[in-house]
């Protein structure tokens, strides 16, 4: 008895169901379209940028401490201290709609830059630092015993070494931080998530699209990991035992 | 180059209590010792990788105070010196070429090709030429203190130290070390060698140094140090040297 009424409905769903997946489908082509501009314009900038600024000042603040240079040295704790130790997301609203309080008014996008810039060179501060102690001391003496400077053997000997011992790990603060510039959707910087929101928004379709945006961040990050593989293998010159010595001309 | 009265102390524990030494142009020179001593202390104090606390050093006819050396004087002194670590230290991101030439083209501003030059000549001497392009990881023991040996002798130096050269090395990797060091004595190299090779220091040194707890216990010409030894502490090391 209740068979045929379920059966109806169930030809009706299927029915509406062809319409449906035909109408998501092009939300989702949509979605991809606005979601892939974003990314060159918004997210990919983003991420390139602030990780550019934040291996520079990573860079600063760990060899101020390796070398002990004061006055720099603590502000150097400092910095690190309150950077690793607020939220991002915090960070970003503080600056972005916190600031305007006392005058400092920031386009969103150059005020996302900057708070990446500054919290990623926080945490890259920490690996460079880390990576820096991580060489034997006999290389820096060495340096000295023949002749070279601090510079010098900075310069040649340690930083490379310490580049190379902090690439992993600078590798995985990339991924992490390509993620995270979706938070800057929150002070309405059109990024790729910001994309996708509007979207759904408009059309109520949080599941599909949502999967849909992840989905590009996750090809986005797993092409960083094979660059990062790639470039590890190239690096490992110097590791590794198996690499066939270059031939000397 | 000449030292007097070296006084070192890490904190309270004073490890070199006035050493005097002399090491004139074509000495060769073997420091031995037991254990803690104060041989590597020595080393790293008259290279500037330890601050002594007091003592003079006369290098080429300069007089320098130990105790308050300044900058430029370290440098102009390590231009003239090179120094064999006991675990090599070869710089792990250079190739063994690399390192030998590192310190001709980046402290002494050297040409490339003119550094390359020299830097391929020091490892023939070393016999390492055939491995110029390796990596310090790519190489055994033996042959990664024979371009760092490579490395001291490019930078064409008045005096090499060598703390302990053969020691981290497998016994049979030792003779390879031991005989481009016996080499570079024939030639009329100036060297100072901390070492626990009783025969390198027999027959290969001219002069033999016997430290104990800091101080000099013993110094003589290499022949008479060991047929007849003046100090019993000295045959006591010797007689326990002799037993192992
Ligand atoms: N950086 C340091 N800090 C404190 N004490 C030290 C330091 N380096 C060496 N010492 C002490 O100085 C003494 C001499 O050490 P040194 O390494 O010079 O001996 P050594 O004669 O080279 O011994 P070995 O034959 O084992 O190499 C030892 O008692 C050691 O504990
Ligand atoms: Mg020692």
Not at chain 1, 46 to 55: E, V, Y
Not at chain 1, 237 to 242: K, M, V
Request: charged share 20%; proline share 3%; hydrophobic share 45%.
């Amino acid at each position: 008895m209740f068979v045929i009424p379920i059966k109806t409905f169930q030809k009706k769903e299927k029915n509406t169901s062809k319409k449906m997946s035909e109408r998501i489908w092009n939300i989702l082509i949509e979605g991809f379209g606005k979601i892939m501009l974003a990314s060159i314009q918004v997210t990919i900038p983003l991420t390139i940028l602030g990780f550019g600024f934040a291996m520079i000042i990573a860079m600063f603040m760990a060899l101020v401490q390796y070398a002990g240079v004061p006055v720099l040295r603590q502000f150097s704790r400092i910095y690190i201290w309150i950077f690793r130790g607020t939220p991002l997301l915090v960070q970003l609203f503080l600056a972005y709609y916190g600031f305007p309080r006392i005058g400092i008014v920031l386009n969103s996008f150059v005020c996302a830059v900057i708070v990446f810039s500054l919290n990623e060179g926080a945490y890259c501060a920490e690996i460079m630092r880390s990576a820096l102690e991580a060489v034997p001391e006999g290389q820096m003496e060495a340096g000295y015993c023949v002749g070279m400077n601090y510079l010098q053997i900075m310069w040649h000997v340690v930083i490379p070494q310490a580049l190379r011992t902090a690439f992993p790990p600078l590798s995985n603060s990339v991924i992490a931080m390509l993620k995270d510039t979706s938070l800057v959707a929150e002070i309405t910087v059109a990024d790729m998530f910001m994309a996708a929101q509007k979207i759904v928004g408009r059309t109520y379709e949080p599941l599909w699209l949502y999967c849909e945006v992840a989905l590009i961040y996750l090809v986005f990050s797993t092409v960083l990991t094979f660059v990062q593989r790639y470039c590890e293998k190239k690096l490992s010159a110097y590791n590794s035992r198996e690499t066939e010595a270059a031939s000397v001309k | 180059m000449e030292i007097r009265k070296l006084v070192k102390s890490f904190g309270t524990n004073t490890v070199l209590h006035g050493i005097d030494l002399t090491v004139n142009k074509g000495d060769v020179v073997a420091v031995l010792g037991p254990s803690g001593s104060g041989k590597t202390t020595l080393l790293r104090c008259i290279n500037f990788l330890e601050k002594a606390d007091s003592g003079t050093m006369i290098f080429d006819g300069q007089s320098y105070d130990l105790g308050q050396m300044r900058r430029n004087q370290i440098a102009e002194i390590r231009q003239k010196t090179a120094f064999v670590f006991q675990n090599y230290n070869l710089f792990a991101n250079k190739t063994a070429i690399d390192n030998v030439t590192l310190g001709l083209t980046s402290a002494r501003g050297m040409e490339k090709s003119k550094a390359r030059d020299i830097g391929m000549e020091m490892l023939e001497k070393v016999g390492m030429a055939d491995r110029a392009g390796y990596y310090p990881i790519q190489l055994s023991g033996g042959q990664q203190q024979r371009v760092a040996i490579a490395r001291a002798l490019a930078v064409n130096p008045e005096i090499i130290y060598f703390d302990e050269p053969t020691s981290a090395l497998d016994p049979e990797l030792i003779g390879e070390v031991l005989q481009v060091m016996r080499q570079l004595a024939r030639e009329g190299m100036t060297m100072l060698v901390v070492t626990h090779e009783m025969n390198f220091a027999q027959h290969v040194s001219n002069r033999v140094i016997f430290m104990e707890k800091g101080e000099i216990v013993e110094e003589g010409e290499a022949g008479a140090f060991f047929e007849d030894p003046r100090e019993e502490r000295t045959r006591a090391f010797l007689r326990s040297i002799q037993e192992r």
